[in-house]
């Protein structure tokens, strides 16, 4: 069964750094979009950034400079770099990913993670 963990979140001063990762692991045969979503308290779900497999990136205006995304393809890992974070950037992240299980190749999935929460405060 595939499945999207994530860790490195935690609690950082304003103007602090922090690196979330997120691992699938299972039977997977492909894997398409990795993306990075976030959930403030009150607020809706949204896209933060995505990276293709190609490594073609997408950034949400806010955190355009301040967030850089990547991935290991082999390794099946998608890693966002969070510098100068900001109070509002406090959320919980989600890691999304597409993906084609060994045992249906040919039909892609869209995966979530459990999330980790960022709580950026002095």
């Known amino acids: 069964q595939v499945q999207l963990v994530e860790s490195g979140g935690g609690l950082v001063q304003p103007g602090g750094s922090l690196r979330l990762s997120c691992v699938a692991s299972?039977?997977?045969?492909?894997?398409?979009?990795m993306r990075w979503y976030r959930q403030a308290p009150g607020l809706q779900r949204e896209l933060v950034s995505s990276?293709?497999?190609?490594?073609?990136?997408y950034y949400l205006d806010s955190v355009k400079g301040r967030f850089t995304i990547s991935r290991d393809n082999a390794e099946h890992t998608v890693n966002l770099q969070m510098n100068s974070l900001k109070p509002e950037d406090t959320a919980v992240y989600y890691c999304?990913?597409?993906?084609?299980?060994?045992?249906?190749?040919?039909?892609?999935?869209?995966?979530w993670g459990k999330g980790t929460l960022v709580t950026v405060s002095s």
């Open positions: 999304n990913a597409e993906i084609a299980a060994s045992k249906k190749w040919w039909e892609e999935t869209d995966y």
């Open positions: 299972g039977s997977i045969f492909s894997i398409n979009d």
């Open positions: 990276i293709t497999k190609d490594g073609t990136t």
